[in-house]
């Protein structure tokens, strides 16, 4: 079918769309007459589509005011309060009252799952709350097998340090309870260690296979590790000389003495320290850094320089990310990166003005089955690698289905825990009194900018009226749902 | 706080995830057990591959042990399987005991074993391996496809095939690439769900707006449009399978329910790719009970089920099973055992010469290990190239795997 159908055909044709149902073709078929999407190129728009967890007129235009630089700079500027205790409230999110249930009886930890949803859909501190998520994705911790102990983790390791350096961070991470349990690190002891948490701390925590480390070293830095483990007592950190391995030890270029066990947190935290500021980290974050703010195939002069910057600034957060979305790589990647299922759903919510219920704290469920059936709920991902961020381990039937009947609901307020749409709020005034400017007025809202004639042909078909087409205010405001979860299911609603 | 003892850094129980879940209706993102399936509107000449994936790293050396190795015993004092307790296979090897529901497949000669088998160069990580062994190549290669993808392609699409469909929340990585895949957590369940009065026009403006768009998102689009009408004839329909069947209530067990009744329904299946989860034993697994133990029993169940549930198609469905590497020989401080090499592949069907283990037994002695690990003597595409040609009808070997010449070993009859 030809990317340009008069709209008239379309919509008084329910044959086009009958004979798209049906094909199913290879990927390569009619490849000739489609064309990449074409999306805005207004860098201000494209900055906060990129930046954020979903676009939204206010931010754009405070964007827009203040200019990317700073912007950024406001944004990447104070560390938000970090909750002292777990039961502290958050300031920047009308999440009231998280404390006491934070987790459940079986260590659950649903209120945390909602909790970073409720700061990536409704916080303020949007580049923030955006690098909480990388790096609680570079240190992936599944929840389910460490239940609260996430909770310490998610606040003394990621939200106290994603802006900070990550050698602080990732001194943090070995310590964390979590991670220890979660890596088998806490049962790691003696001559035969448990390898697990060494092999992940080289390979996805810092220097990656490409740093060719051998199986004697992976086994080294086990030994290194020994006696880092948890209290059962009080669930929290503690070292255990009597578990540390003695012995000469030699990790890539690192090599200790280790001859006194009551030293052996000292070795491990001096094996951290090389692995955090190894030029092979210093390419591994910058890779995933690039690949997050400016997608894929990632420009490989902009990984150079941003490791370069990450070194000179000895493992600190904040310049590397500045110097990535100022560079010219980032200005021209505009719509190039496609949303995972937890980008999208975020976005969706912000772009259509959803709002929380009340109800969401008490009754998190429905929240988290919804980001499950979309395949990313915060913190479930079971292996320690983390979610993927490729667009291929995403694009899957199973995916776009999900997106697709999420979006359904979304409108229709069928999510306990986000109140339906609100119509007017969408439509603003004046109210459009023809289905075509309805389209234009909802592609507007939700993506921004306008869009290529053939998004608004399909909302005009989904409703089989032709753009002239003089409609009430009632009726208006009655088609909004059913088209703004259309758009949202778009081919511009899949890319940031 | 839960207590965890075993295996907690890949997907550990089902049971686990599934308390983790608690009343979570759908399960959808628990990711427990993923199949994913090719199929064309006929099958041509070729059986049924049904590849399960033992998602972390099966112990092959737990799996099928060598009992007559005396290494072994030294090795794993604690977590071994007995030489009392396995069930004798031949002069060397046992099965394990929670795979005696595939006993009557080896007496009958339709279960094979494979053993020391796996990657040839030999990673010790689960994402560099899973990555190479889906692909079928080299690690460092750089083709992006997948092996089961460039043998679907090697046969030749045909437009208006259905290549393939995954019950997952992810493709699968086997079938990257050209032929169209899908996947989907339900066959049951494949739906846009919106208002009936809508459906069609909801469907219609979905593949108005993708139309025009090319890229892998709106391929993927459009093979899931295309997905509604193939799949409308399994919409809740409830599956019942051969009578006396039951499936074991979990991940593998409803994946293989799943793929039996799209293969029974005679659409022509042609690949289904299934995942079973938890085989990374870091600790505490166990020997002839314990976490390993239930493990395996699941599996033997599962595969006894699918194979008495498909019947006489059985006489044309090869069944393989797969792990991204073996594990380390010597067990850990903390009764597991860690990353290792050589691993145990299982091939059961019609079509093959079963009742043998096939492979050179490298032995346990610390001279012939390989880094503390089963040395790797037979490349597992040697198995898989055997069964794309004499049993899937493959025609170009060499597309599929491209960077390694398959030497079959014989345990396949030519179809």
């Known amino acids: ?496 | 706080m839960t207590a965890v003892t075993e295996c907690p850094d890949l997907i550990c129980t089902r049971r686990r995830l599934l308390t983790a879940a608690g009343g979570v209706a759908g399960l959808g993102a628990l990711d427990l057990a993923a199949p994913t399936m090719a199929f064309a509107g006929s099958r041509q000449g070729g059986d049924l591959l049904v590849v399960i994936t033992l998602e972390g790293g099966a112990d092959g050396l737990s799996l099928v042990p060598p009992l007559a190795d005396r290494n072994y015993s030294l090795a794993r004092p604690d977590v071994g399987i007995k030489a009392g307790q396995a069930i004798p296979l031949d002069r060397t090897f046992g099965l394990h005991p929670g795979l005696k529901p595939l006993l009557p497949y080896w007496n009958d000669r339709r279960l094979a074993i494979v053993h020391a088998v796996g990657d040839s160069d030999g990673t010790r990580s689960h994402f560099e391996a899973t990555n190479a062994m889906e692909r079928g190549v080299r690690l460092g290669s750089s083709v992006g496809t997948g092996w089961i993808d460039r043998y679907l392609v090697s046969r030749g699409l045909r437009s208006g095939d259905f290549p393939s469909l995954a019950i997952s929340g992810r493709p699968a990585g086997a079938l990257v690439g050209q032929a169209p895949d899908l996947s989907t957590w339900d066959v049951r369940n494949i739906r846009v769900q919106v208002a009936a009065a809508r459906q069609r026009a909801t469907e219609q403006a979905l593949a108005q707006m993708y139309a025009g768009v090319s890229g892998p998102v709106p391929d993927s689009a459009r093979n899931t449009l295309a997905a509604l009408g193939r799949f409308a004839p399994f919409r809740d329909k409830a599956y019942q399978p051969r009578a006396g069947v039951s499936y074991p209530a979990d991940g593998l067990g409803n994946s293989l329910a799943q793929v039996a009744q799209v293969a029974r329904s005679g659409v022509g299946l042609q690949v289904a790719c299934v995942t079973a989860h938890g085989w990374d034993t870091h600790e505490g697994m166990g020997g002839t009970t314990g976490y390993l133990n239930d493990l395996v029993g699941r599996l033997g169940k599962a595969i006894a089920a699918f194979a008495a549930d498909l019947g006489p198609l059985m006489s044309s469905t090869t069944i393989v099973t797969m792990s991204e590497f073996g594990r380390r020989v010597q067990q850990n401080a903390s009764n597991g055992v860690d990353h290792g090499h050589g691993n145990a592949m299982l091939v059961l069907g019609g079509g093959i010469r079963g009742g043998r283990v096939y492979g050179r037994w490298p032995g346990l002695a610390s001279a012939q290990l390989d880094d503390g690990d089963l040395r790797v003597t037979t490349d597992y595409r040697d198995v898989l190239g055997e069964l794309v040609q004499r049993r899937l009808g493959g025609r170009s070997l060499g597309q599929v795997f491209p960077d390694h010449r398959p030497r079959p070993l014989g345990l396949a009859r030519q179809r």
């Not at chain 1, 009958?18 to 000739?32: C, F, N, Q, V, Y």
């Not at chain 1, 493992?315 to 719509?335: K, M, N």
């Open chain 1, 1 to 496: 079918m030809p990317a340009q159908l008069s709209r008239r055909a379309v919509v008084t044709s329910t044959v086009a769309g009958a004979a798209l149902l049906g094909t199913a073709a290879s990927k390569t078929a009619s490849a000739e007459t489609r064309r990449p999407l074409a999306v805005s190129g207004d860098q201000a728009l494209h900055a906060a589509r990129r930046l954020t967890f979903g676009a939204t007129p206010a931010l754009v235009a405070d964007l827009r005011a203040k200019g990317l630089t700073a912007w950024l700079d406001e944004q990447l500027g104070r560390l938000p309060e970090v909750h002292g205790a777990a039961t502290g409230p958050m300031p920047d999110v009308p999440v009231p009252n998280l404390a006491a249930q934070m987790m459940d009886a079986q260590g659950r930890g649903i209120d945390l799952k909602a909790a970073t949803f409720a700061r990536a859909a409704w916080g303020d501190r949007q580049v923030y709350e955006l690098l909480v998520e990388f790096w609680s994705n570079h240190l992936s911790i599944h929840a389910g097998t460490v239940g609260a102990l996430k909770l310490a983790d998610d606040r003394a390791v990621v939200r106290a340090h994603a802006l900070g350096t990550f050698t602080d961070m990732l001194l943090a991470s070995c310590q964390s309870p979590a991670m220890l349990r979660y890596l088998n690190n806490d049962v790691s002891r003696g001559h035969w260690p448990n390898e697990n948490y060494a092999r992940e701390l080289l390979e996805l925590h810092t220097v990656g296979v490409r740093a060719r480390y051998t199986p004697a070293h992976v086994r080294d830095a086990a030994r290194a590790l020994t006696g880092l483990t948890i209290d059962p007592n009080t669930q929290e950190f503690r070292y255990r000389p009597e578990w540390h391995d003695v012995g000469r030890l030699r990790v890539l270029g690192w090599t200790h003495a280790n001859t006194d066990p009551a030293k052996g947190l000292e070795v491990a935290t001096s094996l951290v320290r090389y692995l955090a500021s190894h030029p092979s980290t210093a390419h591994s974050i910058a890779t995933k850094l690039v690949r997050r703010l400016v997608g894929d195939p990632v420009p490989s002069a902009l990984v150079a320089s941003a490791a370069k910057t990450y070194l000179a600034n000895r493992t600190a957060i904040v310049p590397t990310v500045r110097h990535i979305v100022l560079s010219r790589d980032f200005a021209r990647s505009a719509g190039r990166k496609s949303q995972r299922p937890f980008d999208w759903v975020t976005a969706a919510v912000r772009s259509l003005g959803l709002q929380q219920d009340p109800k969401m704290l008490t009754n998190a469920t429905p929240l988290l089955q919804m980001l499950q059936r979309l395949g990313q709920a915060p913190f479930e991902w079971v292996q320690p690698d983390g979610y993927p961020d490729r667009t291929g381990a995403w694009t899957s039937t199973s995916s776009m289905l999900a997106r697709w009947n999420t979006a359904q609901q979304l409108v229709n307020g069928g999510i306990a825990g986000l109140r339906p749409l609100d119509s007017a709020a969408v439509l603003g005034t004046p109210v459009p009194t023809t289905a075509g400017a309805l389209a234009d007025r909802i592609v507007q809202r939700v993506l921004g900018a306008p869009t290529r004639p053939a998004l608004k042909t399909a909302l005009l078909l989904s409703v089989a009226m032709a753009s002239s087409k003089a409609i009430s205010e009632a009726t208006a405001k009655a088609l909004t749902p059913q088209l703004a979860a259309l758009v949202i299911s778009s081919p511009e609603a899949m890319v940031r």
